[in-house]
């Protein structure tokens, strides 16, 4: 792919940022990897599960039985997981490991969106997902597995208990710098600022009218100026334009049918304002947010005007919707 002696914008946004593939699928890596990491979610999950071969059979129709009835073997080590949500776990699991090969860094695995507001059972969930990988492959190093935490107050502090653990965490569904300082004080490894609201991906026509370029480079700002190790990792990107608006960026995860646009896109004559996100940023002086980070109850309220509300309305919404695709995968795993 690509066009030949020519640079293209994949290769230009790699000079900028590390590069991860946001996928569950193996045919993109293949062909323009290796990436950094690999994000992943619910919804990326089951729309991969799903796809079917001509005859309408499906593509993953062994790797899920398998995930099913290895999921039945481990009853007895988590007798307090259904079996069908732990079959979901593995699935994920099955799938990013087939994509291992083609990354550098992190696989990343979601917690089950359902445990966004239960701290204690998303701190299983992601123990759960470690040892997983490592029972599926041994030889794998665990310590590149990711867990992606929605950014509520419950799933930042069971990133906190992670991180402590060894186990490197990403908050995820994130719009605003209420959740980004809480998230650099409980030490997560990424923050994924979602550009778009998760809902067009699944609205068709729906637009995002308040984009969060300005919150993803007011983020990485705050953190080098706070020297945090928190990295930036934007998410949720709808075009090649926002890509490369975002090129600058400590990573960023792509959608496999924008890597390839970004390949087959000659950077000459290319001048759409690659980078602009971090370019000529306010030199503000940092907030100041130590009055809410150990304090819920201030901390909720700030994260509820936040925008006027329009954060918080924005991760209900996208918790929902992977609660919808959870609810998807474990119907698959009991057909």
Avoid at 102 to 113: A, E
Avoid at 169 to 174: I, P
Avoid at 199 to 226: E, L, M, P, S, T
């Amino acid at each position: 792919m690509g066009s030949t002696g020519q640079q293209s914008l994949l290769e230009v946004l790699r000079s900028y940022s590390a590069v991860d593939c946001d996928t569950l699928s193996d045919e993109v890596p293949k062909q323009l990897g290796p990436f950094v990491d690999c994000t992943s979610n619910q919804a990326i999950a089951y729309h991969e599960l799903i796809r079917a071969n001509a005859d309408e059979t499906l593509i993953h129709a062994q790797l899920i039985r398998d995930a099913v009835d290895f999921a039945s073997s481990k009853k007895s080590a988590y007798p307090d997981v259904a079996a069908a949500e732990l079959a979901v776990d593995v699935m994920m699991v099955k799938l990013a490991l087939k994509i291992v090969p083609y990354l550098k860094g992190f696989s990343h695995i979601q917690t089950n969106p359902k445990y966004a507001y239960n701290k204690n059972k998303t701190v299983e969930n992601g123990k759960r997902i470690v040892a997983i990988f490592k029972d599926l492959d041994p030889a794998y190093d665990t310590r590149r597995v990711c867990i992606k935490v929605p950014s509520t107050w419950e799933g930042m502090q069971a990133c906190r208990e992670l991180e402590a653990l060894g186990i490197a965490t990403l908050a995820t569904t994130m719009f605003c710098m209420e959740q980004a300082a809480l998230a650099a004080h409980v030490a997560c490894t990424y923050i994924a600022p979602y550009i778009n609201e998760l809902r067009v991906h699944f609205d068709q026509g729906y637009v995002d009218n308040h984009k969060a370029f300005d919150f993803c480079g007011a983020a990485q700002r705050y953190y080098g100026k706070i020297g945090s190790k928190t990295k930036v990792l934007p998410a949720s990107l709808t075009s090649v334009q926002e890509v490369m608006n975002l090129a600058g960026a400590h990573h960023i995860t792509i959608a496999p049918h924008l890597l390839t646009e970004l390949a087959d896109t000659p950077a000459n004559p290319w001048e759409e304002g690659t980078g602009s996100v971090f370019k000529g940023g306010k030199e503000e002086e940092p907030s100041d947010y130590s009055s809410i980070v150990e304090d819920e109850s201030a901390w909720r309220l700030a994260f509820t005007r936040s925008q006027d509300g329009k954060a918080e309305v924005k991760i209900i919404q996208a918790i929902n919707i992977f609660c919808d695709k959870q609810d998807a995968l474990e119907d698959l795993a009991r057909r």
